[in-house]
């Protein structure tokens, strides 16, 4: 686990193994489960598909795993897309899409750090 | 061995970091969706120890996971804890928590709050429905269990079987309380042995275990094969059961399969022990210690027994009044075993059947339970004062579906046996009729505090929120309406009736809900009359700042009825309970630290009185002591506790206290008694008996009831020759018996004005000889036992 990379990547590690007990090999066995969770692609798929119900159930998972993992940055740009798809407002999608590039970034930071 | 959790979450991520967190200590079975949990609890239930659930907003699927879990028997031993996430719709953990989830945890996890809430969920529920030793059901889960089975499944058909190990007294007294364990936890496992995935077995006293099983075959061989299995030789002793079986079909309730299983039981042990019974084939007589006839009704004996002969009798006798119907308990189980006609339409019934129905579980926590010092008193004086005392109970009968209805009742307690059993007879209105019937066959009674219903505060300025409330609570509560400040200050300060809690609308006379409670903390008011606030739908409110301020729930519109009435009825009980404690405490308190030291001045006060040194009423209270200890050793069937010898030992020095409104004159010169004054002088023992009836908290105390048996009858004589009651035999109270023989001995080995001390030895043989009366003869060798002892204690002088 390259605490640096992590860090850059915008994940508080500290934060993550103070709650987690300080258990740094199931920290990274978790890390290791979260590139196989696919909640961030369905995400993606479906502010594509314009689908604001499955788009809102992925963002809001998506949401509490960050918390639990402490990736504070996707975090904080997910938050803002989760209550805006809460509104279920279809009009909303085109102003999702734009956030999503942000959140993009963050997610594929996270999975580079990963490693 | 491990316990397993199911984990129930669409997201394969939150499966694996709650596993991770909650660590090897368990093992782990994971459900991707509502319908695989579900079907995964109905083949595995029984290996599962906990559902672990994820609440999620959308998804309804994971409540469908707990409305099925509601509906099945065993659910109510299955915890779940829900997993929401920081944020969560209250609303949703709302609905969570009233369809049963036991706890709930948020994201992002803690490890050690996550680890110590599974844990302390795990344990408490286990905990709280096993029994501690046998780890097989405890009562309450089994009734519940038995509950459930019965009401969900009615088609199928159930047998309960009650069983108890023969002879588990005397085995536990010749080998020892820890071989008595073993044998308990032995048979426990032989148990779980031969019971199938479907049964459920408990143990719901000492040496007494239910097994509760859907029927499979004939009951006689169930029955059989059960009784032949449990038997085995435990290191030399034969351990052998005695076994009742009922079926479903004589009561799909729980007591009354209890009953009936209990009534086998009963049968089996009749005939012999070791053998098993079913309950409606009885085909051999019970035997009897007492022949029953309706003379006897005055005088009941106290070896009175339920049972087919004595039953017809008993329904004579409530027949024959008005609304009366029969309550038999034992234990702490109630059954309605009798009701006559003018009672089943008084209560707007139909049928027994109705009645049953209509009164079903209603008598829990409406009749007194036997064990409360104003009903024992009542025993007690019926047991020894052939009946001349009855306690009057008054209660309400709720009905259990539907409505709400409160009926009031008078109960007579006619009769105990000391076997335990007692009956109820309740009689709905007494007329004058009724009463002169009653008093024909007993004397007066004991009336008790009124029972009312509690009384809530509803303060709320809008008329449609105050009329939903009501319209919810006017049923077991008495409602009282305020709908501004003032009003409510008023109500508060000013108002005559007692209120039992406060509803409080935060958003009356714009939002000023806070205010008030904040001057209700002021005022210390929050300690005793519960605050429960009334949220609005868009009501922002500072929750930690109402808590801190001492609100003690709160609900929110929309209503829902049944967690307004839960929420109500949790905080009515919590501050009953409470102050229940409190009260305790003090009167514990006041018991332990002055209890003793006032009685020892009391006594010593009289004794002087008396022309005696005081010493005497040490000696009486050591033979006492001396001769308790000898007869708990010695003899079984006295059942007496050591809280009880306690109090009988301090209770033992004033037994005299009467002598408080003899004159002093009389009390010095014994010798120089004319009749009269004589007799004036045996009524110490009534005058005493008076006095503590007097004090203040005499219902109360256990102290007081047996002080007052002893001063009552410590004169009274084995062959009935003493006073004031001319009693005999056991129908005196042993405490009396006890101490009237320290007194006589005391009274022998003690100086006199008018002759000198007489030795120990020369005192018993003069005992024996009959020369003080006639005393039980288990006593006398008691204090023969203890000679050596008294001596050494208080030499001759």
Same mark, same amino acid.
């Given at each position: 686990?390259?605490?640096?990379?992590?860090?850059?990547?915008?994940?508080?590690?500290?934060?993550?193994?103070?709650?987690?007990?300080?258990?740094?090999?199931?920290?990274?066995?978790?890390?290791?489960?979260?590139?196989?969770?696919?909640?961030?692609?369905?995400?993606?798929?479906?502010?594509?598909?314009?689908?604001?119900?499955?788009?809102?159930?992925?963002?809001?998972?998506?949401?509490?795993?960050?918390?639990?993992?402490?990736?504070?940055?996707?975090?904080?740009?997910?938050?803002?897309?989760?209550?805006?798809?809460?509104?279920?407002?279809?009009?909303?999608?085109?102003?999702?899409?734009?956030?999503?590039?942000?959140?993009?970034?963050?997610?594929?930071?996270?999975?580079?750090?990963?490693? | 061995?491990?316990?397993?959790?199911?984990?129930?979450?669409?997201?394969?991520?939150?499966?694996?970091?709650?596993?991770?967190?909650?660590?090897? &200590?368990?093992?782990?079975?994971?459900?991707?969706?509502?319908?695989?949990?579900?079907?995964?609890?109905?083949?595995?239930?029984?290996?599962?120890? @906990?559902?672990?659930?994820?609440?999620?907003?959308?998804?309804?699927?994971?409540?469908?996971?707990?409305?099925?879990?509601?509906? &099945?028997?065993?659910?109510?031993?299955?915890?779940?804890?829900?997993?929401?996430?920081?944020?969560?719709?209250?609303?949703?953990?709302?609905?969570?928590?009233?369809?049963?989830?036991?706890?709930?945890?948020?994201?992002?996890?803690?490890?050690?709050?996550?680890?110590?809430?599974?844990?302390?969920?795990?344990?408490?529920?286990?905990?709280?429905?096993?029994?501690?030793?046998?780890?097989?059901?405890?009562?309450?889960?089994?009734?519940?269990?038995?509950?459930?089975?019965?009401?969900?499944?009615?088609?199928?058909?159930?047998?309960?079987?009650?069983?108890?190990?023969?002879?588990?007294?005397?085995?536990?007294?010749?080998?020892?309380?820890?071989?008595?364990?073993?044998?308990?936890?032995?048979?426990?496992?032989?148990?779980?042995?031969?019971?199938?995935?479907?049964?459920?077995?408990?143990?719901?006293?000492?040496?007494?275990?239910?097994?509760?099983?859907?029927?499979? +075959?004939?009951?006689?061989?169930?029955?059989?094969?059960?009784?032949?299995? $449990?038997?085995?030789?435990?290191?030399?002793?034969?351990?052998?059961?005695?076994?009742?079986?009922?079926?479903?079909?004589?009561?799909?309730?729980?007591?009354?399969? !209890? /009953?009936?299983?209990?009534?086998?039981?009963?049968?089996?042990?009749?005939?012999?022990?070791?053998?098993?019974?079913?309950?409606?084939?009885?085909?051999?007589?019970?035997?009897?210690?007492?022949?029953?006839?309706?003379?006897?009704?005055?005088?009941?004996?106290?070896?009175?027994?339920?049972?087919?002969?004595?039953?017809?009798?008993?329904?004579?006798?409530?027949?024959?009044?008005?609304?009366?119907?029969?309550?038999?308990?034992?234990?702490?189980?109630?059954?309605?075993?009798?009701?006559?006609?003018?009672?089943?339409?008084?209560?707007?019934?139909?049928?027994?059947?109705?009645?049953?129905?209509?009164?079903?579980?209603?008598?829990?926590?409406?009749?007194?339970?036997?064990? @409360?010092?104003?009903?024992?008193?009542?025993?007690?004086?019926?047991?020894?004062?052939?009946?001349?005392?009855?306690?009057?109970?008054?209660?309400?009968?709720?009905?259990?579906?539907?409505?709400?209805? %409160?009926?009031?009742?008078?109960?007579?307690?006619?009769?105990?046996?000391?076997?335990?059993?007692?009956?109820?007879?309740?009689?709905?209105?007494?007329?004058?009729?009724?009463?002169?019937?009653?008093?024909?066959?007993?004397?007066?009674?004991?009336?008790?505090?009124?029972?009312?219903?509690?009384?809530? @505060?509803?303060?709320?300025?809008?008329?449609?929120?105050?009329?939903?409330?009501?319209?919810?609570?006017?049923?077991?509560?008495?409602?009282?309406?305020?709908?501004?400040?003032?009003?409510?200050?008023?109500?508060?300060?000013?108002?005559?009736?007692?209120?039992?809690?406060?509803?409080?609308?935060?958003?009356?006379?714009?939002?000023?809900?806070? +205010?008030?409670?904040?001057?209700?903390?002021?005022? +210390?008011?929050?300690?005793?009359?519960?605050?429960?606030?009334?949220?609005?739908?868009?009501?922002?409110?500072?929750?930690?700042?109402?808590?801190?301020?001492?609100?003690?729930?709160?609900?929110?519109?929309?209503?829902?009825? +049944?967690?307004?009435?839960?929420?109500?009825?949790?905080?009515?009980?919590?501050?009953?309970? /409470?102050?229940?404690?409190?009260?305790?405490?003090?009167?514990?308190?006041?018991?332990?630290?002055?209890?003793? &030291?006032?009685?020892?001045?009391?006594?010593?006060?009289?004794?002087?009185?008396?022309?005696?040194?005081?010493?005497?009423?040490?000696?009486?209270?050591?033979?006492?002591?001396? !001769? #308790?200890?000898?007869? $708990?050793?010695?003899?079984?069937?006295?059942?007496?506790?050591?809280?009880?010898?306690?109090?009988?030992?301090?209770?033992?020095?004033?037994?005299?206290i009467g002598n408080l409104m003899v004159p002093e004159r009389y009390l010095n010169k014994p010798w120089n008694l004319s009749e009269e004054e004589a007799e004036l002088?045996?009524?110490?023992?009534? /005058?005493?008996?008076? #006095? #503590?009836?007097?004090?203040?908290?005499?219902?109360?105390?256990?102290?007081?009831?047996?002080?007052?048996?002893?001063?009552?009858?410590?004169?009274?004589? %084995?062959?009935?020759?003493?006073?004031?009651?001319?009693?005999?035999?056991?129908?005196?109270?042993?405490?009396?018996?006890?101490?009237?023989?320290?007194?006589?001995?005391?009274?022998?080995?003690?100086?006199?004005?008018?002759?000198?001390?007489?030795?120990?030895?020369?005192?018993?043989?003069?005992?024996?000889?009959?020369?003080?009366?006639?005393?039980?003869?288990?006593?006398?060798?008691?204090?023969?036992?203890?000679?050596?002892?008294?001596?050494?204690?208080?030499?001759?002088?």
């Amino acid at each position: 686990m390259n605490r640096f990379k992590l860090h850059s990547a915008g994940v508080n590690v500290n934060s993550a193994l103070a709650r987690l007990g300080n258990d740094k090999a199931m920290y990274e066995g978790l890390l290791r489960d979260f590139i196989r969770d696919d909640h961030f692609v369905k995400l993606c798929e479906a502010v594509a598909a314009k689908d604001v119900n499955e788009a809102f159930s992925n963002a809001h998972a998506l949401k509490g795993v960050a918390g639990n993992l402490s990736f504070d940055r996707l975090s904080a740009l997910i938050g803002p897309v989760v209550e805006k798809l809460r509104t279920k407002d279809a009009g909303i999608m085109d102003e999702v899409a734009e956030d999503m590039v942000a959140v993009k970034a963050a997610y594929e930071q996270i999975i580079a750090a990963i490693g | 061995m491990k316990k397993t959790i199911l984990v129930v979450d669409d997201s394969f991520i939150d499966r694996r970091i709650i596993i991770a967190l909650l660590g090897n &200590q368990y093992d782990y079975i994971e459900a991707q969706t509502g319908h695989e949990a579900i079907s995964i609890l109905e083949k595995r239930h029984r290996e599962i120890s @906990l559902v672990l659930i994820d609440l999620v907003i959308e998804d309804v699927e994971e409540l469908a996971v707990l409305k099925w879990l509601k509906r &099945q028997p065993w659910s109510h031993n299955m915890p779940t804890i829900a997993m929401a996430s920081n944020g969560c719709d209250p609303l949703r953990l709302e609905s969570a928590y009233m369809l049963g989830v036991n706890d709930y945890l948020t994201r992002p996890f803690a490890v050690h709050s996550v680890r110590q809430r599974v844990y302390n969920t795990l344990n408490l529920t286990h905990k709280a429905s096993h029994d501690a030793l046998t780890d097989l059901y405890n009562r309450d889960a089994v009734e519940q269990y038995v509950e459930r089975s019965l009401n969900l499944n009615t088609h199928i058909e159930y047998a309960m079987v009650m069983l108890d190990i023969d002879h588990f007294k005397e085995i536990n007294d010749s080998r020892g309380h820890a071989f008595g364990d073993t044998t308990l936890v032995n048979l426990a496992t032989r148990m779980r042995a031969l019971l199938g995935p479907n049964d459920v077995a408990a143990r719901i006293g000492g040496d007494e275990f239910i097994i509760f099983m859907p029927v499979e +075959d004939e009951l006689d061989h169930i029955a059989k094969r059960l009784q032949d299995q $449990l038997k085995w030789n435990q290191d030399g002793t034969e351990i052998h059961c005695s076994l009742g079986i009922a079926s479903s079909k004589e009561s799909r309730v729980y007591k009354g399969m !209890l /009953q009936c299983a209990d009534r086998a039981l009963y049968i089996a042990k009749g005939n012999g022990r070791n053998q098993y019974a079913v309950y409606g084939t009885q085909n051999k007589s019970v035997e009897e210690k007492n022949n029953l006839t309706e003379d006897d009704m005055h005088g009941l004996g106290n070896m009175m027994v339920l049972n087919e002969q004595t039953l017809p009798f008993i329904h004579r006798v409530t027949d024959s009044m008005p609304g009366g119907f029969v309550i038999y308990q034992k234990d702490a189980n109630l059954t309605l075993i009798h009701v006559n006609e003018v009672a089943i339409s008084m209560y707007g019934c139909e049928t027994e059947q109705e009645f049953r129905k209509f009164t079903e579980n209603s008598f829990e926590g409406m009749v007194l339970p036997a064990d @409360l010092p104003q009903v024992q008193q009542a025993i007690s004086l019926q047991i020894n004062g052939r009946n001349k005392n009855f306690d009057t109970v008054e209660f309400r009968i709720r009905r259990k579906d539907g409505d709400l209805r %409160w009926v009031e009742n008078h109960g007579r307690l006619i009769h105990t046996s000391t076997y335990g059993d007692v009956f109820y007879v309740f009689i709905k209105d007494i007329t004058e009729a009724v009463e002169q019937r009653l008093q024909q066959t007993a004397g007066t009674f004991i009336p008790m505090q009124e029972v009312k219903k509690p009384r809530i @505060l509803l303060a709320a300025s809008e008329v449609e929120h105050r009329e939903a409330l009501a319209s919810i609570l006017s049923g077991p509560y008495e409602i009282v309406e305020t709908d501004g400040i003032d009003a409510t200050v008023d109500c508060l300060v000013n108002g005559k009736q007692q209120l039992d809690m406060i509803l409080l609308d935060v958003e009356m006379s714009g939002n000023v809900g806070m +205010d008030i409670l904040q001057r209700l903390k002021a005022f +210390d008011l929050t300690d005793k009359l519960p605050v429960m606030l009334v949220f609005g739908e868009n009501t922002s409110t500072d929750m930690a700042k109402a808590f801190s301020l001492g609100a003690v729930d709160y609900v929110s519109r929309p209503y829902d009825m +049944d967690v307004v009435r839960q929420r109500i009825k949790n905080a009515l009980e919590l501050y009953k309970r /409470q102050s229940e404690m409190a009260h305790k405490l003090e009167q514990q308190t006041f018991n332990i630290q002055n209890l003793d &030291q006032i009685v020892g001045m009391l006594s010593h006060i009289m004794e002087y009185r008396s022309g005696g040194s005081g010493r005497r009423i040490s000696q009486i209270k050591m033979v006492t002591m001396l !001769l #308790l200890q000898r007869l $708990l050793l010695a003899d079984t069937s006295y059942k007496i506790s050591n809280e009880e010898a306690e109090l009988i030992a301090l209770a033992s020095t004033i037994h005299d206290i009467g002598n408080l409104m003899v004159p002093e004159r009389y009390l010095n010169k014994p010798w120089n008694l004319s009749e009269e004054e004589a007799e004036l002088v045996k009524t110490h023992t009534v /005058q005493g008996a008076k #006095l #503590l009836s007097s004090l203040p908290h005499f219902d109360n105390e256990r102290l007081t009831a047996i002080a007052w048996s002893i001063c009552q009858w410590h004169h009274e004589r %084995w062959d009935g020759s003493g006073y004031p009651d001319h009693l005999q035999g056991d129908s005196i109270p042993i405490a009396a018996q006890i101490v009237g023989l320290a007194d006589a001995y005391c009274a022998l080995t003690g100086d006199k004005a008018y002759r000198s001390a007489i030795s120990h030895s020369k005192a018993i043989e003069m005992i024996v000889a009959g020369e003080c009366g006639a005393f039980n003869p288990v006593l006398i060798e008691c204090l023969r036992d203890c000679e050596t002892e008294m001596a050494r204690m208080m030499p001759d002088a």
